[in-house]
């Protein structure tokens, strides 16, 4: 390894989940600051300065490449693939990286942001409508899956690392009110990602499921007493 890295994350951040999964995947070494988002920070936590110093909107993930930094997530990971010569996630015909660009935009817009939905969904309606698109997009994402194995050509991608998380969390999604049934191809797909290099770094233990199904309960508890 050439370049000193560093990753500023958090576990129970899907954006830092992307970072971290392509690290590992990529098998690049890296330093991982552990920053936990307001939300989950414990009181006494003492923010890193070298984080504030750095972070444009103090928001996780931000990754140090030698004495440069950058956060949000699919920007780094496009970063990360310029600076860091390491197995890479984009292939290298020029039309074959559009589309994994293409998916992880979509997938970004159409699959993340219901995830999201439902988890800080409040209201049943809303939490059930947002598990529909998030099942309605899983749906289109195992299509392409079927199709090739990967979301985005016949090599796991940017586009893995951009969905990954969404495989993590998915049982405790289902914990807190996704209620649609999975896509089989979904599922099938997950299957293939517990075989990646990655995998083993990003995959929660069942405490850390818990403790993200209880800050949500709490969080909704909370919002209803408003
Ligand atoms: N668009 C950003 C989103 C990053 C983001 O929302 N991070 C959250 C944690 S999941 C955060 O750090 N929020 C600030 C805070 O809660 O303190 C990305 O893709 O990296």
Redesign the pocket.
Known sequence: MSADVALFG?W?????T?VEWALHQRGIGHELVSVP???A?PNDFVIPQEFIDHSP?????MVRVGHEYL????P?LEWLEERIDAPSLLPLDLPARELVRERVAWIDQNAFRPMVGVYYGVERDRIERAGQKLVAALDIMGGWANETAWLAGTEASLAEAVAMPIHVRLAGLQRLGLTAPIPSSWAAHGERCRELLGWDAVEWTQEQEDEFVGRFEAFRRMQRRK
Do not use: G, T, W, Y
Request: proline residues 14%; positive net charge; aromatic residues 4%.
């Open positions: 958090h129970i951040c899907p954006f830092s992307r988002p307001s939300a920070r909107k103090l928001e996780v993930p956060a949000e997530s699919i780094v």
